[in-house]
């Protein structure tokens, strides 16, 4: 069976910086993207970051643009989340998600398009 594992998460004071990264164990699969999202206590699931391996292009949210970046290789090696200048707004349960090519096309923006989920690892960010 496929799966996507999280590692990276931590504490973290504000302004700080970590590394999430996020690995395919198990039964091979192929993707058309790879995406990071986030919950925090009493929110919704939100989109933080996403890949799209054709065209190399990625994706962030406005309340991530420009202080985090998400780089990958291909479908076949890990992806990462680099967090920069971090907030407390930040803390949440951060999820490696992957598209399969059945979503060919699809927003990548959109949970809904993802096929594979992580358990999920914990960012806290402290004042």
């Known amino acids: 069976q496929a799966q996507l594992v999280e590692s990276g998460g931590g504490l973290v004071q504000a302004g700080g910086s970590l590394r999430l990264s996020c690995a395919a164990s198990?039964?091979?699969?192929?993707?058309?993207?790879m995406g990071w999202f986030r919950q925090a206590p009493g929110k919704e699931r939100e989109f933080v970051a996403a890949i799209k391996w054709s065209t190399s292009s990625t994706y962030y949210s406005d309340s991530v643009k420009g202080r985090f970046t998400l780089s990958g290789d291909n479908a076949e090696n890990p992806v990462y989340l680099q967090m920069n200048s971090l907030k407390p707004d930040d803390t949440a349960v951060y999820y490696c998600?992957?598209?399969?090519?059945?979503?060919?096309?699809?927003?990548?923006?959109?949970?809904?398009?993802?096929?594979?989920w992580g358990q999920g690892t914990q960012v806290t960010v402290s004042t």
């Open positions: 998600a992957g598209s399969s090519p059945r979503y060919f096309m699809r927003d990548l923006k959109k949970g809904e398009n993802y096929d594979y």
């Open positions: 198990g039964r091979a699969f192929s993707t058309y993207g």
